[in-house]
């Protein structure tokens, strides 16, 4: 609350100066003013005047945070302010507002912080609105203001027939019309100009990338206790960590603007999660971060309420319940296919991370780097994917090899722990010229190797807009998103399966932060590379449809010339 009184008096501040920067001059100030400064020099006072009242208003927000960089500018602006509200028009009343403005930033420069400043695009198009905003409504004040003074010149010869003081009076009034109508113009040029610099300074300073900082091991630590698909993605390369004052708890989490995204589960005893959730949105709170999270479970989505947060429903994961999962359970198809395989000398088996050899690392990261090149050469993916090949001391995390009847691999999938017993699906690769069903019978077969291995699940991918199909148009809009991501094939290949959909939620700390935290997932996720990969999709799909009408065309050939004659004499026919 204080924040904002803060921020709504620096705001009136600046708003003081904006508009007095539009009204016209008291006569005798102008006329004592212009005895001792040029026209040219008024005219600039005038117009820097209006961009320290822009600037109020931008920083106003992060000074009144206590920002100590946004505190100091803001220092400089009103004393700068101070002496042009002087020398654009000897007022004073607007020189005092923005002397007590520095004077209070002054006063409280003890309490300063060095919080980094951290914004996304979706700050800069709020900028952007308010900028355009700021622009439009100060020319239809700045031209109020001169019609008004234009209107009292017409009625000069008027009012000198009434009264020769009302004359000298609005004489006095009008007599730097002119100076007001060269302001207005430049003005029409310069501000545009100017709030598009500030804009492209703001926005070039939001694009600075944070260091990763990560605790060794966190899935060792907190999360074998877990039974959470996502408990393995705090050991992330790329992700920050929280770790709770008494250590007895910790979130993995990205920053994208002022966005905090937690990543992967939260990381303590079960009991204890909400209070660890609490800690982390109350340190949230002290730097600034807007918190947020994707894909929590059931169990989260309460912890996090009783913090008050929002939660969204984002759709489905696929789980396979390993004790109940049968071969003869299957489509017949995907029974067939196995047994299919199986007979050509395909096998398939998992084996500890640790346990891959030097030759099979190779031939796995060629295979991927194949993979990726085939898609348009980017990969994606945050929330939900490890986002490499696991490392040679990963020894939780399995690998699932198939291979030809040379011994050669064809396929692989990773997997990570979620817990005792319980495993998570990452990626999946498999070479060109691999079966079809490869991936479905290294899978299948997977899932029986864990099976005896004593595992209790497999989480299969999780779904985003599945499920959705009732409210508000989800279905539509589950359609649309499916172009770039391909969920409706995903959730099919999933249901290959016979597995069981548990809800994943979307945390939002409030309705106003929802824009913030769709950008900040979308740009964790990578949009721009998945929009990439789907147009890459669609442009070699567009380049094989034509191929192949080009040589079916090729094949029928050009049309016998009896036909052609033929044609022609009945078109002719029709003309006579």
Not at 106 to 115: E, M, P, T, V, Y
Not at 129 to 152: C, R
Not at 301 to 316: D, E, F, K, S, W
Not at 452 to 461: D, K, R, V
Request: aromatic share 8%; charged share 20%; proline share 3%.
């Amino acid at each position: 609350m204080r924040t904002a009184l803060r921020t709504a008096l620096i705001c009136l501040a600046g708003l003081v100066n904006i508009v007095s920067t539009a009204m016209p001059i008291w006569p005798r100030r102008y006329l004592l003013l212009t005895s001792i400064l040029s026209v040219r020099v008024v005219l600039a006072a005038q117009m820097l005047t209006l961009f320290c009242g822009v600037l109020m208003l931008i920083l106003a927000y992060p000074a009144a945070a206590r920002h100590r960089r946004a505190v100091w500018t803001l220092i400089v602006c009103a004393l700068l302010a101070v002496a042009l509200n002087l020398a654009k028009g000897l007022d004073v009343e607007e020189a005092l507002v923005s002397l007590s403005l520095a004077a209070g930033l002054w006063l409280g420069r003890k309490r300063l912080n060095d919080i980094p400043l951290r914004y996304s695009l979706v700050d800069m198009a709020r900028l952007g609105l308010l900028l355009a905003g700021i622009g439009v409504a100060y020319t239809a004040l700045a031209e109020q203001v001169e019609g008004a003074l234009h209107n009292a010149r017409r009625h000069i010869v008027f009012v000198r027939q009434q009264s020769d003081v009302a004359a000298h009076l609005v004489g006095m009034a009008t007599k730097h019309l002119r100076l007001q109508h060269m302001f207005i113009d430049e003005t029409a040029v310069l501000l545009p100009i100017f709030l598009i610099l500030v804009f492209l300074i703001v926005s070039w300073s939001s694009l600075r990338r944070g260091d990763f900082a990560s605790v060794d091991d966190l899935y060792a630590r907190f999360g074998r206790g877990s039974h959470n698909s996502l408990a393995y993605m705090a050991n992330r390369d790329d992700t920050l960590t929280f770790l709770t004052a008494d250590g007895r708890g910790a979130i993995a989490y990205r920053l994208a603007g002022r966005v905090a995204v937690q990543i992967g589960a939260i990381m303590g005893p079960a009991g204890e999660r909400a209070s660890i959730y609490r800690e982390f949105r109350a340190w949230c709170a002290e730097q600034r971060l807007i918190p947020a999270a994707v894909a929590l479970t059931q169990e989260e989505r309460a912890c996090v309420a009783a913090n008050g947060m929002r939660a969204i429903h984002l759709g489905r994961e696929a789980v396979v319940n390993l004790a109940e999962f049968s071969l003869d359970r299957l489509a017949k198809k995907m029974r067939w296919a196995a047994r299919s395989l199986a007979k050509r000398g395909f096998t398939a088996a998992i084996v500890p991370a640790t346990e891959i050899t030097p030759a099979d690392r190779l031939a796995l990261a060629a295979m991927d780097a194949a993979w990726i090149r085939e898609r348009g050469g980017h990969s994606y993916g945050c929330a939900m994917t490890l986002g490499r090949f696991p490392r040679q001391d990963e020894r939780d995390c399995l690998v699932g090899l198939m291979r030809d009847e040379h011994g050669t691999p064809v396929a692989y999938l990773t997997l990570m722990p979620g817990g005792d017993g319980y495993y998570s699906l990452d990626i999946t690769r498999r070479i060109a010229s691999a079966p079809n069903a490869a991936i479905e019978f290294l899978l299948t077969q997977t899932i029986i190797a864990l099976r005896e291995q004593g595992a209790s699940a497999l989480s299969l991918n999780f779904s985003i807009l599945s499920g959705l199909s009732g409210p508000l148009g989800s279905e539509r809009l589950a359609r649309c998103f499916s172009f770039a991501v391909q969920t409706r094939s995903l959730e099919a290949f999933n249901n290959k399966f016979l597995p069981e959909w548990s809800p994943r939620y979307l945390a939002v700390p409030s309705w106003w932060h929802l824009p913030d935290v769709l950008y900040a997932i979308l740009k964790l996720e990578g949009a721009d590379r998945v929009l990439l990969a789907a147009l890459t999709r669609q442009a070699r799909r567009a380049r094989v449809v034509a191929h192949r009408a080009a040589e079916t065309l090729a094949l029928a050939g050009p049309a016998p010339a009896a036909n052609r004659v033929s044609s022609g004499d009945h078109a002719s026919a029709n003309i006579d």
